[in-house]
């Protein structure tokens, strides 16, 4: 596994709560309370993640530079991905999040790219269990 590969976490969440992703994945955390956003040196991975409100970070990243794959782990609501530059896009999402799967299947046909949304049986808004399991299969299927 490459672990070039970068995720970034949401809102409330610590390295610490990844400790199983980070044998496969660079976990980035985000000061949302010091402007970091903009900061953010991510450079140009060819696979970008991003948790919850950490894919507004890779969503920004992903409008300004091409990446081959944007994964948007049960991604806070969007506009539009309109300006996105991938080859393809993944959601990934907890069955019990049905909030979460209207607004990606709104947002998904905003996109130009290819799209598939995953939906992770059991999971809710957490990447613990079945859905760490799925992201890095998903991730080592690229």
Excluded at 68 to 93: G, N, W
Aim: glycine letters at 6%; a positive charge.
């Amino acid at each position: 596994m490459n672990k070039k590969i970068k995720i970034i976490i949401g809102l409330g969440q610590k390295r610490k709560h990844y400790r199983f992703l980070s044998k496969y994945l660079n976990i980035r955390e985000v000061d949302w309370n010091n402007g970091s956003l903009s900061k953010m040196r991510l450079g140009k991975p060819k696979i970008l993640v991003g948790f919850s409100l950490g894919c507004m970070v890779t969503i920004m990243h992903a409008e300004k530079y091409r990446v081959k794959t944007l994964i948007l782990c049960s991604p806070s609501p969007e506009e539009t991905l309109l300006r996105v530059k991938a080859d393809q896009v993944i959601f990934l999402v907890g069955e019990k999040e049905n909030w979460c799967l209207k607004e990606i299947k709104r947002m998904s046909r905003t996109l130009k790219c290819r799209y598939s949304i995953i939906v992770i049986r059991g999971a809710n808004h957490r990447i613990t269990g079945d859905y760490q399991k799925k992201l890095v299969e998903v991730i080592q299927s690229l």
